[in-house]
C-alpha cells in the first residue's frame, strides 16, 4: 500500500524519511505553493504525473511530497536542501529514492517512463 | 483533395509500376536531378525504371495523381520495393545513411541495430547510432560470478573493472599522503590512522549505482531500448532474449554488434571456484579481506595486490612466470620490485595446486597449496585468494556458430577485420571479445562509435589500434604508448634501437624523505627513422595523466628531437621527457638525488 505524506522544509522531510526507514522511502521535491500557487512551472507538469505512477505502486511504499520552501528561499545556494550530504539538491522538481543513488531532475519528473523506472524494484 | 477525373485508373497504373519495379522512377527527359537521381541508383549497381513524364500525352495528369498520392509533385519521383522514397534529396541522404540499403532490401526488422553487451563499448555505439535516425536496441545480461556477485547496467569497467579499481587506488593513495602530510606540518592527533573497508566500499557501491542509473536513463532518454536479458542467435537477422525471469522475446534487425566482453577465468584446480573470489567479487566485498592472495601476475593481480597492501592488509602475489605479460618487462620488474620493497609478498616461480576451506566466515580462512618451479611444495593460509590469471571472452552459448561468426577455437576471441566485421556480414564485433586487440574501455568506445558513424552514416574512418595509451594503477603508476623494449628491438634490431632514460624524483616526495631512484623514465627511438619515438616508458605518481598527453606527440611521430624542443612544466615529473640525454647504450649513471 503507498502512503503519501506532505510535508513543509527540511526538517521535516528528514523526520519523516526517518520515521518510515523501514519502508521503500520516495520523495518529490517541488516548490512549495505561495497563495495556492506554485513558483515552478516543472513542478506543475511533474506533479500529476508523478502522482500518477505512485498510485499505481502496491507494495510498502511511502510516497513523501516535499516542499522546498518559496522561490527565494531555494535559490539561496546555501539552503540545507542543496548542502546536506544526503540530498545535494540541484534542482526541483527532482523525484529520487531515498538512501539509493536513482533520482530524476526537472523535465525527466514528467517523463511517465522514467518516472516507472525509478519506481522499480531493484 | 478532390479525385481528379480518371484519376483512378492513373493511381491503378502507377501502383502497378511502382510494384513491378524495384526502382521506379517517375521522371522527366531534360531535369537535372532526375538525371543525378539515375547516375546515382548507376553508380551502385542498381537498375531501374524510368517513366519520363514529359514524353507522355497524360504526363501532368500522372503528375497531379503521384501528387495526391505522395504528396510531392516534383520530380524525380522514387518507389523502392513499393515504398514511396522522394525526391533527389531524400535519396541521396537515403544514401548516405544506409537507409536506402534497407530499402533496396526489401527485408523489414524490428531493428536496425541490436548491440549485445552493454559495456562501454557497447553503449557508446548504441548512444551513437541513435544519433543518425535508426532504430536500436541493447541487450545487457550479467551472469551472477560462481560467488554470486552481479551488478547493474555500464559493463566490466563500470562496475569491476576502472572505477572501482581506480578509487581504491585513490584509497591507498590517500593512506600514503596522511604519512608524507606529516612533514608538511600536518599535525595528526591519532597517531595509528585507520581504514575502513566496509566505508569506502560502500561509497565507491553508490557511485557505480549512480552511474548505472544515469546509463539506464541516458538509454530510456535516447531512446534506445535496453533489454536486462541474455540473447542467442537463433539466424542471422534474428535473436533470442531471455530475461532474468525466463521470460522469452525474439528481436529481428538488420545488424548485430557484439559487445559482451570478458569475465576472469579460474584456473582449474581443485577448491578454486568455490572458495576464491575474483575482480568481479572484490569490489563489492562487504567485509574486509584479511590476509590475502592474489594468483597471477596480471595487471589486475598486481593492482589488487597494491591497493590492498596500502590498505593495511598482509597481501602475498604468487607469480608462475613473468610480471605482466606483454608489457615493457624491465618496466614490470621494477613495478615488482617496488611493491615487494613495499610490504607486498611474492611467491615466484610458483603455480596454485589446490584450495582448502579450514573456516567458513567473513572473511573465511583457506588453504593454499602451491608448486614452485623447482618442485618444492608451499603451503599458507588466507583469509581471502583473489584469482586474475586473465580473462575469457564470453562468446560461448550464444549461438555464434549457429550463424557462422568465426571464433579462435583455443580462446573464443572473434576473428574480425579491420572494420570489426565478422565472418557473418551483418555481425560486428568491438570491445573485448575482440582477438589480438587491447582490451581496454576506451578502445572499445572507440571502436564502437566510429562503426556506429560506419554503418549508418557516409563515414569511413576506422578504430586506429596502434599507439594506444595506458595505464596501470600499481600503487607506483606505470604509463605507456607504443612498443615495449624488447617488442622494438625484436622489430628493428638492437642496433637500431637507442634508448633514452632516466629516473626523476617527484618534488613533491623530497619533504617526506621517499626513496629516489624508483620513478623511471624512459624513450625508445629508432635511429634510422629520425629517432622517431615508438615507446614511451613512465614509472611514477600519476602516470595515467602524463602518458595521456604524449599520445597525440606519438600518434603524430614525434621524434626525440621534437620531445627535446619541448618546454617542459617546472616542477613537474612529465617534464623529465623534454630534458633526456642519457641513452642506456651509453651505461651512464641515471640515479638523482634532488631537483
Not at chain 1, 524519511?17 to 497563495?35: A, P, R
Not at chain 1, 530524476?104 to 514528467?110: I, P, R
Not at chain 2, 591507498?172 to 573497508?197: M, P, T
Amino acid at each position: 500500500m503507498v502512503r503519501q505524506i506532505v510535508v513543509e522544509g527540511f526538517d521535516n522531510c528528514m523526520r519523516t524519511t526517518e520515521e518510515n526507514k523501514n519502508s521503500n522511502v520516495y520523495i518529490l521535491f517541488s516548490s512549495s505553493k505561495v497563495n495556492g500557487k506554485s513558483w515552478c512551472p516543472d513542478c506543475v507538469v511533474a506533479e500529476p504525473i508523478v502522482e500518477e505512477c505512485i498510485s499505481k505502486k502496491s507494495d510498502d511504499t511511502v510516497f513523501i511530497f516535499c516542499g522546498v520552501g518559496d522561490r527565494e528561499f531555494w535559490k539561496n545556494a546555501s539552503n540545507p536542501f542543496r548542502t546536506d550530504s544526503r540530498l545535494k539538491l540541484k534542482s526541483v522538481p527532482t523525484l529520487l529514492k531515498w538512501g539509493k543513488p536513482k533520482r530524476l531532475e526537472e523535465n525527466q519528473c514528467a517523463d511517465k517512463e522514467l518516472v516507472a523506472m525509478l519506481l522499480e524494484e531493484d | 483533395m478532390p479525385p481528379i477525373d480518371g484519376s483512378d485508373g492513373l493511381k491503378a497504373m502507377i501502383e502497378d509500376l511502382v510494384n513491378k519495379n524495384r526502382v521506379m522512377i517517375f521522371s522527366k527527359s531534360a531535369c537535372p536531378y532526375c538525371l543525378k537521381a539515375k547516375d546515382l541508383f548507376k553508380s551502385i549497381n542498381v537498375e531501374y525504371h524510368a517513366v519520363e513524364l514529359d514524353k507522355l500525352d497524360n504526363g501532368p495528369a500522372i503528375q497531379d495523381t503521384l501528387q495526391a498520392m505522395t504528396g510531392q509533385r516534383t520530380v524525380p519521383n522514387t518507389f523502392i520495393n513499393g515504398k514511396h522514397l522522394g525526391g533527389y534529396d531524400s535519396t541521396l541522404k537515403a544514401k548516405e545513411n544506409k537507409t536506402l540499403e534497407v530499402m533496396l532490401d526489401g527485408e523489414s526488422y524490428d531493428y536496425d541495430l541490436v548491440v549485445i553487451g552493454g559495456g562501454s563499448g557497447g553503449l557508446a555505439c548504441a548512444k551513437e547510432a541513435v544519433k543518425h535516425g535508426v532504430k536500436v536496441a541493447c541487450l545487457d545480461f550479467v551472469k551472477p560470478s560462481p560467488q554470486g556477485t552481479t551488478w547493474g547496467l555500464g559493463g566490466t569497467c563500470v562496475n569491476v573493472g576502472c572505477i572501482p579499481k581506480k578509487l581504491m587506488h585513490q584509497a591507498s593513495i590517500l593512506g600514503h599522503s596522511i604519512e608524507d602530510a606529516k612533514s608538511y606540518g600536518w599535525e595528526l592527533k591519532d597517531e595509528k590512522v585507520k581504514h575502513n573497508w566496509e566505508t569506502m566500499k560502500n561509497a565507491i557501491q553508490d557511485h557505480i549505482g549512480s552511474l548505472n542509473w544515469n546509463y539506464r536513463v541516458e538509454l530510456r532518454s535516447k531512446e534506445v531500448t535496453y533489454q536486462n536479458s541474455y540473447g542467442e542467435f537463433i539466424d542471422k537477422h534474428k535473436i533470442k532474449c531471455t530475461n532474468k525471469r525466463g521470460k522469452v522475446q525474439e528481436m529481428t534487425s538488420r545488424y548485430f554488434i557484439l559487445a559482451m566482453g570478458g569475465r576472469p577465468r579460474y584456473p582449474d584446480i581443485p577448491g578454486c571456484k568455490e572458495y576464491c573470489i575474483t575482480s568481479d567479487d572484490l569490489f563489492s566485498l562487504p567485509y574486509a579481506p584479511g590476509k590475502t592472495l592474489c594468483i597471477g601476475a596480471s595487471y589486475v593481480s598486481l593492482e589488487c595486490a597494491g591497493f590492498l597492501t596500502s590498505l593495511g592488509f598482509d597481501v602475498t602475489v604468487m607469480v608462475r612466470s613473468i610480471l605482466l605479460r606483454g608489457f615493457d618487462q624491465q618496466m614490470a620488474e621494477e613495478i615488482g620490485k617496488y611493491m615487494a620493497d613495499h610490504g607486498t609478498k611474492f611467491i615466484r616461480p610458483c603455480v596454485p595446486v589446490k584450495i582448502e576451506r579450514l573456516e567458513e566466515g567473513q572473511p573465511g580462512r583457506y588453504r593454499v597449496t602451491g608448486k614452485m618451479q623447482d618442485g618444492t611444495e608451499v603451503v599458507d593460509e588466507y583469509n581471502t585468494i583473489v584469482v586474475a590469471v586473465g580473462r575469457d571472452p564470453c562468446t560461448k552459448g550464444i549461438g555464434l556458430d549457429t550463424v557462422g561468426v568465426d571464433v579462435d577455437p583455443k580462446t573464443g576471441f572473434v576473428l574480425a577485420s579491420d572494420g570489426e566485421q565478422t565472418s557473418c556480414p551483418n555481425i560486428y564485433a568491438i570491445g573485448d571479445v575482440l582477438k589480438g586487440r587491447p582490451e581496454l574501455t576506451p578502445v572499445a568506445i572507440q571502436a564502437g562509435r566510429l562503426l556506429a558513424k560506419r554503418l549508418f552514416t557516409s563515414a569511413t574512418l576506422k578504430c586506429d589500434y596502434v599507439n594506444v595509451p595506458t595505464t596501470v594503477f600499481t600503487p607506483l603508476e606505470y604509463g605507456a604508448i607504443g612498443m615495449p623494449e624488447e617488442v622494438a628491438i625484436d622489430k628493428f634490431g638492437q642496433g637500431d634501437i637507442e634508448v633514452y632514460h632516466s629516473h626523476f624524483l617527484p618534488l613533491e616526495w623530497t619533504l617526506p624523505h621517499r626513496e629516489e631512484n624508483v620513478c623511471y623514465a624512459k624513450l625508445i627511438c629508432v635511429k634510422s627513422l629520425k629517432e622517431k619515438v615508438i615507446g614511451l616508458h613512465v614509472l611514477g605518481p600519476n602516470a595515467g595523466e602524463i602518458t595521456q598527453g604524449f599520445t597525440i606527440g606519438i600518434k603524430l611521430g614525434a621524434t626525440k628531437a621534437d620531445f627535446d624542443n619541448a618546454i617542459g612544466i617546472h616542477p613537474t615529473c612529465a617534464e623529465i621527457f623534454t630534458t633526456m640525454n642519457i641513452t642506456k647504450n651509453s651505461g651512464v649513471d641515471i640515479s638523482v638525488s634532488g631537483c
